[in-house]
């Protein structure tokens, strides 16, 4: 896009010329408009999963199991009944195994923390991609239940920006210790409706 004629405008609207400080600042929002695009949506500022996709997460992973005495116990994978073990919020990893006990508060600054990560994650994955923040939201929760999203053709039709076929690929995992799993179907197709949203 040739700028000189707007430029010009701004000149005149001001009645003189435009120091280099005014042209570059122009030239941010200018720049910053012509990626606005209907057809290439507004990339996610702030790279931080909103609060739908936390709350996705929330409802999918739940905070199990709690016990009679009110602290929460570590739970075996439900696809293979032993690894990778899981406690509170979806949290899996060195130090949880069977006999694994946390108070519901080390449950939650744990799922902040683990939120905070997968984000970043996500966020380096796309760096440079035109992403809403319900397409954020929703690879957010994929890579939080996987922590496969830098391996997957999801990521890739993203990339692409094949938005159909990325919203498509999120039903492929719907497996754990080889078989489906009821609650990963469920799942993977709230992350798809959330995906394709418009907002």
């Not at 209907?38 to 909103?50: A, E, Q, T």
């Not at 195994?97 to 990560?117: F, H, K, N, S, Y």
């Not at 994650?121 to 929703?138: K, M, N, P, R, Y």
């Amino acid at each position: 896009m040739d700028r000189k004629p707007l430029f010009d405008t701004v000149r005149r609207l001001i009645g003189r010329g435009l120091r280099q400080s005014e042209v570059d600042a122009l030239d941010t929002v200018l720049d910053a408009v012509s990626d606005c695009s209907p057809d290439r949506p507004p990339p996610v500022p702030s790279r931080r999963i909103g609060p739908r996709g936390i709350q996705l997460i929330r409802e999918f992973e739940g905070c199990a199991s709690l016990r009679p005495d009110g602290l929460i116990e570590a739970y075996p994978d439900p696809g293979t009944g032993g690894d990778p073990w899981t406690i509170g919020w979806g949290a899996t990893g060195k130090g949880i195994g069977p006999g694994t006990v946390w108070t519901q508060a080390q449950c939650d600054e744990r799922l902040v923390a683990d939120i905070a990560r997968h984000a970043a994650e996500v966020a380096s994955l796309i760096e440079g991609s035109a992403t809403t923040q319900a397409q954020f939201d929703a690879l957010a929760s994929f890579h939080f239940n996987t922590g496969a999203l830098g391996r997957s053709t999801l990521l890739k039709r993203h990339l692409a920006g094949e938005t159909d076929a990325a919203a498509s690929e999120f039903t492929r995992w719907n497996r754990a210790g080889g078989r489906v799993l009821k609650g990963l179907v469920r799942r993977r197709n709230a992350e798809a409706k959330l995906y394709r949203s418009a907002a």
